[in-house]
């Protein structure tokens, strides 16, 4: 075992005794802010949730033995802290992702690959199954303030809640963008 693991596993067991002296309870407590990192990173629209949520473990993990003698209060609030930041920071990579990914179309280009760009949006759009296609096309559908109250409803009508909304529409936006991405490299190559 190397000695970056010692420290890790060291760091783990004051986070446990930190989180409770029983570690029994320790770990039900573990276990409990885990799974609501985990809520409310999916609530969030985050699709790898998970991993953001052990992320968050291990930071604070890294800085129990600092922060626990002298933290006053409940120590899932200092994760919820840590999460925050996370959540942040995963917005960042995710824009930046995005803005990586998107086609870009020169200004000076005559429209063929802004019309290949749009005809490759329907065709994919086209492939979803109909329920999918119907969502997101409702979902994008209003601006403004009408948007809100339209993807209000338009959970409702779902059965679920604003944030499942949100998830669903995300990951069906993320197959359409690799099937846009897929037709746009096939027409231009």
Known sequence: MNKQNIATAENFDVLLSWLDADREVA??????????????FVGRGCLDAEELADETFER????????APDYV?????????????I????????????????????????????????????????KLPSEHHRLIVEYYREEKTAKIENRRNLAQSHGITANALQVKASRIRVQLKECVRECVSERSG
């Open 87 to 126: 959540y942040l920071e995963w917005t960042r990579r995710q824009k930046k992702k995005l803005l990586t990914e998107l086609p870009t179309t020169d200004e000076n280009d005559d429209g063929d690959r802004r019309e290949i760009e749009h005809d490759c949006l329907e065709n994919c759009l086209a």
């Open 60 to 67: 604070v993990a890294r800085k129990v033995s600092q922060i």
């Open 27 to 40: 770990a039900q407590k573990y276990e409990k802010i885990r799974q609501r990192l985990i809520r409310v």
């Open 73 to 85: 209060g409940e120590p899932a609030l200092y994760f919820y802290g840590v999460a925050e930041k």
